[in-house]
């Protein structure tokens, strides 16, 4: 019998013995009282018709009847809430684990007379700017005795929910609560979905917002993938928010923007497909609650076209949540920690999947399948395979980016395009993975060498800028701005709590503790400004539009940066409709895919927000051609 069981029936007795006794005692006969509790009693009209009637009889007793009644009320309702109260720990030693970004977080924690008393990280898998966060959430349980409320560290909310996730289960132990998993069954739906990031989540709420029952499947513990470290924000033209904001944009440059990018190596028709959605799916997104209603101007953009949220805080961190808590509130079947072994095969359509969760396997038969599974960032043997001078690169991809659905589809003859075609992010803090987002150098900010100089335009593509930063001393940069930049952005407020920004209150001081020539230095601050000012930038041709403040206003501030892998442009081929082609490009009955785990949208080069604007895209339209493949 479990504790809350207990409780309640421990309740119900009391409740029932105070209620007994107060009847008996109004019901009991008179010669049964005392001759002192008679004398008492005398003051209370005799029980008879005339006295019922006129309601003399009830009138007092009544009155006392029912104040005890309330009294058993109230004692019965303290009872509960202290019931209810955290159950009593045991004293000792206890471990328990929580689901962290890159993996689970396990903790082990000493109780001593209820409270806990020390505490300690065992094993966690987190960035290293992560780690503070776990670090910090565990003396702040030690310090306070328990976990009932923590301070998340602003931009490791993951890291810190998992940590006091793994605290709160190693007191159930404790409490003598832990209950075995669940023995999974077999199970069945209409859509089955693989992987619950940007693109699962969104091909969820389409699925369900139009009938179907969904099952959704993350193999982390927690929802997201690669798309909540997404920072800069959505590409779309002709929105509505650009409407509104007064934005002077065109779909066809959004198309002509993307192939230039990708240096025309993209499939048109998917790219057309991607820019004509978009401005309709950013509508759509903002119907659920993501807020999308700033824009701004990105690199490889002709125009302002990224949506973000107000202030131009980082995008995936805000949408996630929202698209999670949609996605359960239309009833979408989300199972985490749920790993799909195998796609299952039923003639030449795919019938559903092999899932295994807690050691335990079970099959999901399912009338279509969407593989939204990311790419394969975090698998260097794979990207090594097909880009060998990738090899001991680091990465911005969470740990569960690893490609595992191209084995799955071999059994359908599934076609990969564009493999090689592997991007690197340029400014990605070193050691950590930690992106710094494009819109920093969107909003003024500029790169400097170890000399101190500028060497290439800020807003070059991610290739040409990666490629221009590892011919730099020691092969990363500073991103140098000001205050007047930090401003402008609620993304750089992060990067200041995280510790990653050098300040000073001049350049020449600024240059000091970066270990730069201070003069050098000096200079590239004031040139640019007055390249700024005539809006020609002669040496490295920054355009105008990509200048829209100077760097005036102190302190200034840098970071440390250089390229690490970021996005796999290849993947699984597919249609505009979002439905995965084998090697003689047909259609797969039943098997649709959406995401970074697709290729052939970017090409030889992703623009940044173009992402966003791909997984949202596709992942709804997967949906909506699973659903039309059901109806047939």
């Excluded at 009544?62 to 109230?74: H, S």
């Excluded at 989540?201 to 927690?222: D, F, P, R, S, W």
Aim: net charge positive; with cysteine.
């Amino acid at each position: 019998m479990t504790n809350k069981i207990k409780h309640i029936v421990v309740t119900f007795v009391m409740v029932a013995t105070i209620l007994g006794i107060s009847l008996f005692a109004w019901l009991k006969p008179a010669d049964a009282f005392s001759l002192s509790e008679r004398r008492k009693l005398s003051q209370f009209p005799e029980l008879s018709f005339k006295t019922v009637i006129s309601g003399d009889f009830m009138k007092k007793r009544f009155m006392i009847c029912t104040g005890g009644f309330f009294l058993a009320v109230i004692a019965a309702f303290i009872f509960i809430f202290n019931c209810a109260k955290a159950p009593v720990v045991q004293d000792g030693t206890w471990t328990g684990v929580g689901n962290g970004r890159n993996g689970n977080i396990e903790v082990s924690i000493t109780v001593k007379d209820g409270k806990i008393a020390d505490g300690k990280i065992i094993s966690e898998e987190e960035t290293d700017f992560a780690k503070p966060a776990a670090a910090d959430v565990m003396a702040q349980a030690v310090s306070k005795g328990n976990i009932n409320s923590y301070d998340a560290v602003s931009g490791a909310t993951i890291t810190s929910k998992a940590t006091a996730e793994a605290i709160r289960n190693a007191l159930v132990k404790a409490s003598g609560q832990q209950e075995k998993a669940a023995k999974v069954k077999d199970d069945s739906c209409d859509i089955v979905i693989i992987g619950a990031g940007g693109a699962g989540l969104a091909a969820a709420i389409e699925g369900v917002q139009n009938g179907a029952k969904v099952i959704l499947l993350e193999k982390m513990g927690v929802c997201g993938g690669n798309t909540t470290s997404a920072t800069g924000g959505m590409n779309a033209a002709e929105t509505t928010v650009q409407k509104a904001l007064g934005i002077s944009d065109t779909k066809n440059q959004f198309y002509e923007d993307t192939m230039k990018g990708g240096y025309n190596k993209n499939d048109e028709s998917l790219v057309r497909q991607m820019v004509e959605k978009a401005a309709e799916t950013v509508d759509w997104l903002m119907g659920i609650g993501v807020d999308l209603s700033d824009v701004g101007k990105m690199a490889g953009s002709t125009n302002k076209r990224t949506h973000r949220p107000k202030g131009g805080a980082p995008v995936g961190a805000h949408m996630i949540p929202v698209l999670e808590e949609a996605a359960v509130k239309a009833n979408v079947d989300l199972r985490k920690n749920s790993k799909v072994l195998d796609i299952l095969k039923d003639g030449n359509r795919a019938s559903g999947v092999v899932v295994e969760t807690n050691g335990q396997k079970y099959k999901i038969m399912a009338k279509a399948v969407i593989i939204a599974t990311g790419g394969f960032g975090a698998n260097p043997q794979m990207i090594v395979k097909y880009k060998p001078e990738l090899k001991g690169f680091g990465t911005t991809n969470h740990k569960g980016a690893t490609g595992d659905a191209f084995e799955w589809i071999k059994k359908f003859d599934g076609q990969l395009t564009q493999m090689d075609e592997i991007q690197t992010h340029p400014t990605v803090v070193p050691g950590n993975g930690l992106m710094i987002t494009e819109a920093v150098r969107g909003n003024g900010a500029i790169m400097i060498n170890r000399d101190g100089k500028r060497f290439c335009s800020e807003m070059a593509t991610r290739d040409v800028m990666s490629k221009a930063i590892l011919e730099q001393k020691g092969q990363t940069a500073y991103l140098v701005f000001d205050t007047g930049v930090r401003k402008s952005l609620k993304a750089i407020e992060g990067y200041v709590k995280k510790g990653l920004l050098t300040e000073g209150e001049t350049p020449e001081a600024l240059a000091e503790k970066l270990g730069i020539p201070a003069a050098a230095f000096a200079d590239t601050i004031r040139n640019y400004n007055e390249i700024q000012k005539s809006g020609n930038d002669a040496e490295f041709g920054r355009k105008a539009s990509e200048m829209p403040r100077d760097l005036s206003e102190g302190p200034y501030f840098a970071v440390e940066v250089g390229p690490a892998i970021h996005h796999t442009m290849g993947g699984i081929k597919i249609n505009p409709a979002a439905e995965v082609l084998n090697s003689k490009n047909q259609a797969i009955p039943g098997l649709f895919a959406a995401g970074e785990v697709t290729g052939g949208v970017h090409g030889g080069n992703r623009l940044g927000r173009n992402a966003v604007a791909d997984i949202c895209v596709y992942g709804k339209i997967a949906a909506d051609s699973a659903l039309e493949f059901i109806k047939k």
